[in-house]
């Protein structure tokens, strides 16, 4: 009888109606959690999936550091002549590329994560409704830093010298990063409209490979034909890497940084309260 | 506390043109477990997920707690919990992570969320397995983290949905037991189950749904009453003998005899609209009047209706898809 399963303990569970009782006992409720301790709380849950599944962290560090060498290497010599000149110019744009591109995987993770029995518990708490996709996109801002940073130790080690310094650097990332977060709520739209995990892939490689690559990330646009020099100029990408960039080498560029900060703003603004419509409407099953 | 638990009136949802509840009506008193009997696809989930405000009602009105769940969202959800049919907890985080975690949703402190927790695993007997993730749990084992994932901060109303379903008796027992201490002490619970069995024992009332209506509705005796008492199943030693004992059988019960495609099986219904006692009188006079004319019986029994029979008797209709 008490070999049945192999993951029941030995002792077969009797259920102690004092035990149970002393849990079931109404004490005084604690004080509702507010917004941002939900939130953070779900970002704690974040870790916890990363903590228990590492092997998630392949895309946040494989993948750039492939990114990097194979552009640097590849366009290089041809480009500026030299690889280590090309990084000088390359380095903030293949950062802000591989980060971009990273954000997609937020929408993913939701499309798959949404599906499980344990959101309909999450939505039937009295806690502040986005908190879980906040929390959510909190978990995604580490690997967002962590891509950022593995790609910076990648640059410094094949001779990228950013004329900023430390915080040069340190405020190209976080410009990035906050970039990244607002950037991060179309994805979390597209997780809970699309049916499946494969469409939101397609979708997003559909919008990011075009505003990637037409950009000023790899060349200048200024040897591009004027039609696509036209869509580069409009492109936030291009924002967003001319902001880095400038942040990086250590001439700031109030322009380009408030371009990019306003950008964000919008997007929160716009794709945040779509991604709380679809959720609260989600019916899923 | 004069509001029943739940009031729903005409309530509705549909989705495309399948009327997954359609104009359901019920009241659920305090303070009790109240059955909600229907096979797959009845619409038992649907109607549980508008009550616990994870679905907008098409039409109608359903209150919790004299609360509108459309309007007063976030008051119902204060009040209730819910153990979906599904794996209600995150599969790969542990029994204590899952615990800790909703604790603070719920806004404990650190030191509070994380003695909550092991009380809890304590209390299910989950404290070995505390550090195991859920994934890695038995069927049992991750019922019973549900369900106290569910009382984390003790409900006023608690929903089950189909909380035994593929469970083995010993596990079912196990939930039985908990749903019962949980009632006693206050919750109300909204169960829902595919087995009439199930309902009988726990619920001091119940519902039977089928394609989103309320077929029938009341107590678990005044139910089978209307239903039929009971079904006597027999097993005979020699096939040889079996018209004979289903002439007998015929006689002695005045109901119609089943001869299925075993061979040396036999089933009637105990009577028709009698009582549980008529019933059992029926089922001995019937044992009596086999082993007088020298049948040999193997095994002989007395079985509640199924919810077959229930669906038979209410719809003259074969419910698609019960066993
Ligand atoms: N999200 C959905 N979209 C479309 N149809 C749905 C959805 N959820 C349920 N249905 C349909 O509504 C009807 C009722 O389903 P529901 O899940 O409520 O039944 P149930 O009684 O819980 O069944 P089971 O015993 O299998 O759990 C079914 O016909 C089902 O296909
Ligand atoms: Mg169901």
Do not use: C
């Amino acid at each position: 009888m008490s070999t049945t399963t192999t993951n029941e303990p030995a002792t077969v569970y009797t259920p102690s109606a004092d035990a149970l009782g002393a849990v079931l006992a109404r004490e005084a409720r604690p004080p509702r959690a507010g917004a941002w301790s939900a939130s953070l709380t779900f970002g704690w849950r974040a870790i916890l999936k990363i903590k228990h599944v590492p092997e998630q962290l392949f895309d946040v560090t494989a993948f750039p550091i492939i990114m990097t060498l194979m552009f640097t290497y590849l366009f290089g010599g041809a480009l500026a002549g030299s690889t280590r000149e090309y990084l000088q110019f390359l380095l903030p744009g293949i950062m802000v590329t591989s980060v971009v591109m990273i954000t997609m995987y937020t929408g993913v993770g939701l499309n798959t994560d949404i599906e499980k029995g344990v959101f309909d518990r999450f939505r039937t708490l009295p806690v502040w409704r986005p908190a879980a996709l906040v929390g959510m996109i909190f978990g995604d801002v580490l690997r967002y830093v962590l891509a950022a940073t593995t790609i910076m130790v990648v640059g410094l080690v094949l001779g990228f010298r950013p004329g900023g310094g430390v915080i040069g650097v340190l405020a190209g990332i976080g410009l990035l990063v906050v970039f990244s977060f607002a950037f991060s709520w179309i994805w979390t739209m597209f997780g809970l409209f699309l049916r499946s995990e494969k469409s939101v892939m397609g979708v997003s490689m559909l919008v990011l490979f075009p505003l990637t690559f037409l950009s000023n990330v790899f060349v200048d646009p200024g040897t591009m034909p004027g039609w696509l020099q036209g869509f580069v100029e409009v492109n936030p990408i291009t924002h967003v890497v001319a902001a880095v960039r400038a942040l990086m080498a250590g001439d700031w560029d109030t322009g380009e940084t408030m371009w990019v900060l306003a950008a964000s703003a919008v997007l929160l603004l716009v794709f945040g309260p779509l991604t709380m419509r679809l959720y609260n409407r989600k019916g899923a099953r | 506390m004069s509001a029943p638990a739940i009031e729903t009136s005409g309530l509705v949802k549909t989705f495309g043109d399948n009327r997954a509840v359609d104009g359901v009506d019920l009241t659920v008193p305090h303070g009790t477990v109240y059955g909600l009997l229907g096979p797959n696809g009845a619409g038992k989930t649907t109607l549980v997920r508008v009550l616990a405000t994870l679905l907008r009602p098409d039409g109608g009105q359903a209150r919790v707690f004299g609360r509108d769940v459309v309007r007063e969202a976030d008051a119902v959800r204060s009040r209730v919990s819910l153990t979906g049919q599904y794996a209600s907890v995150d599969e790969d985080l542990t029994g204590t992570e899952n615990l800790v975690l909703l604790a603070r949703l719920l806004g404990h402190g650190k030191r509070a969320a994380r003695d909550r927790a092991a009380q809890l695993l304590e209390a299910f007997g989950l404290t070995d397995a505390a550090g195991r993730q859920v994934k890695k749990y038995s069927g049992g084992m991750r019922r019973r983290i549900d369900i106290a994932a569910s009382i984390l901060n003790t409900p006023d109303l608690l929903f089950l949905d189909e909380p035994t379903t593929g469970l083995d008796p010993r596990s079912r027992n196990q939930v039985w037991d908990i749903i019962r201490v949980v009632v006693a002490h206050g919750t109300t619970v909204l169960l829902t189950t595919q087995y009439l069995d199930e309902a009988d024992r726990l619920a001091g009332r119940i519902a039977v749904i089928d394609h989103g209506k309320v077929i029938a509705e009341g107590t678990p005796g005044s139910l089978k009453a209307s239903i039929g008492s009971g079904t006597v199943h027999v097993r005979l030693r020699d096939a040889a003998q079996r018209p004979e004992a289903e002439r007998l059988l015929t006689t002695v019960l005045g109901t119609s005899v089943q001869a299925g495609t075993d061979p040396v099986a036999l089933t009637a219904r105990a009577g028709s609209a009698d009582s549980e006692r008529g019933a059992a009188e029926h089922a001995s006079r019937a044992l009596a009047a086999l082993a007088d004319a020298g049948i040999l019986v193997d095994d002989f029994s007395l079985g509640q209706p199924s919810l077959d029979e229930v669906f038979l008797a209410l719809t003259d209709r074969k419910p698609e898809a019960v066993a």
